[in-house]
C-alpha cells in the first residue's frame, strides 16, 4: 500500500411500545447515516495527487473546524493557527503535484498536515506521540485515552462529521492498535496508524494516526477493511 508519511418486558402494551420505539431507532439511524455520507462527499473532492482525492479544506479551515469540535470541552487545547510549522521544502508526490508537509507542536502529542501547494487543500492530517507516552498514564488516566480522544476530534473536523461519531472514530483508531490490520475505511475515509523507528529503544519509537480520501480504486487495489 503506497501512501505519504505523512471504538423482560412482559407486558403487550410495552412490548408495543418497544417495537415502535425500535423502529424510530432504526430509522433515525438510517437518516443519521445517509446525512454522514453526504456530509462525508462534501468534505473531499478529486485531485490529481497520488491518492486521487483531496480534502475540500483548508489548514485553516481545519483549525478552525478542530476549536468548534472543541469549544463545549476544552478552550484550553484549542489549535492556535499561528503555531503550524513548515516542515521541510515542498516535494513532489509520483504523479507531479507538490505538497508541503506541517508540523503542530501540542506538547505530549503533535499534529501533522500534508497541503497541496497549488489547491493548498489538505491530502491528509494525523496526530502524533511517542510510544512511551502513549502506553503511560498522567494523573492516574490512561495518556492512550487523551491521544485516541485528540485523534477522533482531529477526524471528526476534517472528515466534516458530526461530534457525536468521535467515539466512532475513536474506536476505528484504537482497533489500529490491536488488530492485525493497521488500516480501515469508514465513510469514504482511510485511517491508518504508521509508526517509525527512532532508535532502538520502542518506547521512542513515533506512532501516527491519520486519516486521508482515495479514490474507489485505490480502495480496491489496497484491499481495505471497511470498519463496522
Known amino acids: 500500500m503506497k501512501r505519504l508519511f505523512r471504538p ?3 407486558l403487550l402494551t410495552a412490548a408495543m411500545l418497544l417495537c415502535l420505539t425500535a423502529c424510530g431507532k432504526t430509522q433515525d439511524s438510517q437518516a443519521a ?8 462527499d462534501k468534505a473531499v473532492e478529486e485531485s490529481d495527487n497520488v491518492n486521487g482525492m483531496r480534502f475540500n479544506m483548508t489548514l485553516l479551515q481545519f483549525s478552525q473546524e478542530y476549536n468548534k469540535k472543541k ?4 478552550t484550553a487545547s484549542m489549535m492556535d493557527i499561528r503555531k503550524w510549522q513548515v516542515n521541510g521544502k515542498p516535494e513532489t508526490d509520483e504523479n507531479g503535484v507538490q505538497v508541503q508537509y506541517w508540523y503542530y507542536d501540542a506538547g505530549d502529542v503533535s499534529f501533522t498536515a500534508t497541503v497541496e501547494v497549488q489547491s493548498d ?6 496526530c502524533g506521540t511517542t510510544m512511551r507516552y502513549f502506553m503511560g498514564m498522567t494523573d492516574n488516566q490512561n495518556n ?7 485523534a477522533a476530534q482531529m477526524a471528526a473536523a476534517v472528515c ?7 467515539s466512532t472514530l475513536r474506536d476505528i483508531f484504537y482497533h489500529t492498535t490491536v488488530d492485525s490490520d493497521d488500516t480501515f475505511w469508514y465513510q469514504g475515509f482511510v485511517f491508518s496508524l504508521s509508526k517509525k523507528t527512532g532508535d532502538e529503544d520502542n518506547n521512542n519509537n513515533m506512532m501516527l ?3 486521508f480520501p482515495v479514490t ?8 481495505l477493511r471497511e470498519f463496522s
Open 33 to 40: 447515516t445517509t446525512d454522514e455520507a453526504a456530509a462525508a
Open 121 to 126: 487543500k489538505l491530502m491528509n492530517v494525523g
Open 160 to 166: 466534516g462529521l458530526p461530534k457525536d461519531k468521535t
Open 216 to 223: 474507489d480504486k485505490l480502495r480496491d487495489e489496497w484491499k
Open 209 to 211: 494516526f491519520r486519516v
Open 71 to 74: 469549544a463545549t470541552d476544552d
Open 144 to 150: 492512550s485515552d487523551a491521544v485516541l480522544d485528540e
Open 8 to 10: 423482560a418486558i412482559v
